[in-house]
């Protein structure tokens, strides 16, 4: 998924899609500024809904450039995340998946239990990229113990290195500290594959 370019109009070419298909001019919709946030969430519930995947994707980046910027809990567009984790696009999931592991930070204030069932779901998903880079680690942010086994699964295959990109491995981690003695033979496992590639893994991706 492409957030924002850092300001407020910079939308990702999804988003873009989303709203000339809606009529809207890009420059007149700031998530940025809170007296467009209403807009901008009106705008991705409404293309969830959509049956074309380019605007799904567009609701998508929307919403995760509010959920990210603002503490104040939406969740509105959480459980519209929840209802395109079921698309029967996978590139739609994959993007949707990324959305709460990039709110597992301890000071976002979004709730994404609701999401829980559905991403417990998500772990056995036929694309990678949902099964292992976003949905098992979104998973560990609440500390639920359905994350266990899927974290696990992450820390031990070559799945969790694209996740790097949205958070660090203690941030994954952290949550789930009461269950370190389950999860140990999967940190072992990961820092024995890191040694063994130079632990390029462990720096995240190359710039």
Same mark, same amino acid.
């Given at each position: 998924m ?7 109009t #910079?939308?990702?070419?999804w @988003?873009r899609?989303? /709203?000339?298909?809606a009529? %809207?001019d $890009?420059? =007149? !919709?700031?998530w ?6 209403d807009?901008a969430v009106?705008?991705?519930?409404a293309?969830?809904d959509s049956?074309?995947s380019?605007?799904v994707? #567009?609701?998508?980046?929307l @919403?995760?450039?509010? /959920?990210?910027?603002?503490? %104040?809990? $939406?969740p =509105? !567009?959480v ?16 993007d949707?998946?990324?959305?709460p592991?990039?709110?597992?930070p301890a ?24 099964a292992?880079s ?7 942010r ?5 994350a266990?086994?899927?974290?696990h699964?992450?820390?031990a295959?070559g ?19 009461g269950?370190?003695d389950?999860?140990?033979?999967g ?8 040694a063994?590639r ?5 720096r995240?991706?190359?710039r």
């Amino acid at each position: 998924m492409t957030p924002g370019a850092g300001t407020g109009t #910079g939308h990702s070419f999804w @988003a873009r899609e989303l /709203l000339a298909d809606a009529g %809207v001019d $890009r420059h =007149d !919709l700031r998530w940025d500024e809170y007296e467009h946030v209403d807009r901008a969430v009106a705008l991705a519930l409404a293309g969830f809904d959509s049956e074309r995947s380019e605007l799904v994707e #567009g609701a998508v980046s929307l @919403a995760s450039n509010v /959920l990210r910027r603002w503490r %104040v809990p $939406r969740p =509105d !567009l959480v459980a519209g995340l929840v209802r395109c984790l079921d698309s029967r696009h996978s590139h739609v999931r994959g993007d949707v998946a990324m959305v709460p592991a990039g709110l597992v930070p301890a000071e976002s204030t979004q709730d994404v239990t609701s999401a829980v069932p559905v991403l417990i779901m998500a772990t056995g998903d036929s694309y990678d990229r949902v099964a292992g880079s976003a949905a098992a680690p979104a998973l560990a942010r609440p500390g639920h113990p359905g994350a266990l086994g899927p974290v696990h699964r992450w820390l031990a295959t070559g799945s969790r290195l694209p996740f790097f990109r949205v958070t660090s491995l203690g941030q994954v981690l952290l949550p789930l500290a009461g269950h370190a003695d389950e999860l140990l033979p999967g940190i072992r496992r990961m820092l024995v594959d890191s040694a063994g590639r130079g632990c390029s893994g462990c720096r995240g991706p190359r710039r």
